[in-house]
């Protein structure tokens, strides 16, 4: 099985693949979409929504996990962050990935054990966990941290394909 995982953000969007095999988890791919913050919002939700359909394809994941909305300070800073979030929930349904979603502090819990964990705690138990020499990004990170809760959600409860079947359309391998 292989898992998207996407932390959303209308300047770095964060994503992540791994893939499942048996009990063991394997990275595959990670990386940061940077929009120029100076771009109107609609030219950077495009350029986010363009590259991970890219990803999509690539990679051909089986389900796409991607971080909630935390409660940010300001509310521009929380409506912008939802529409990147948006365009990552469209480009997977337009894949027919089934979709999770998961709060940031239960990310940082399944994967670092405190939900109050920061990027760079966060970042190096990823790193553990997939056996990576080299960090990505720490968008990129938080995003394989996304990836890695679905997948050891999805073994815990042992119905990956029951999930899986409730993909929004089919998709068509290459």
């Keep these: 099985m292989i898992v998207l995982g996407i932390d959303p953000g209308s300047v ?6 791994v893939r499942r095999a048996g009990p063991k988890l394997m990275y595959v791919a990670a990386g940061t979409i940077e929009t120029d ?12 929504y363009t590259e ?4 999509i394809r690539e990679h051909e994941p089986d389900a796409m996990a991607v971080e909630d909305i935390f409660h940010a300070r300001f509310a521009g800073s929380a409506l912008k962050l939802g529409h990147a ?3 990552a929930l469209l480009a997977g349904a337009n894949a ?3 979709i999770a979603a998961y709060a940031p502090a239960l990310v940082k819990r399944s994967v670092a054990g405190s939900g109050a964990a920061d990027k760079p705690q966060v970042a190096r138990i990823v790193g553990a966990i997939l ?5 990505p990004k720490l968008d990129a990170t938080d995003a394989l941290a996304v990836a890695i809760t679905h ?3 999805l073994l815990s409860k042992g119905l ?3 999930l899986l079947a409730k993909t929004a359309q089919p998709r068509s391998r290459r």
Excluded: K, Y
């Design 12 to 17: 770095r969007t964060g994503w992540g693949v």
């Design 37 to 48: 913050r100076d771009d109107e919002l609609p030219a950077r939700l495009l350029e986010i």
């Design 52 to 55: 991970l359909c890219a990803v």
């Design 85 to 87: 979030r948006g365009v």
């Design 96 to 98: 027919g990935l089934a």
């Design 131 to 135: 056996g990576l020499r080299e960090l």
């Design 151 to 153: 997948a050891n959600a």
């Design 160 to 162: 990956p394909a029951a």
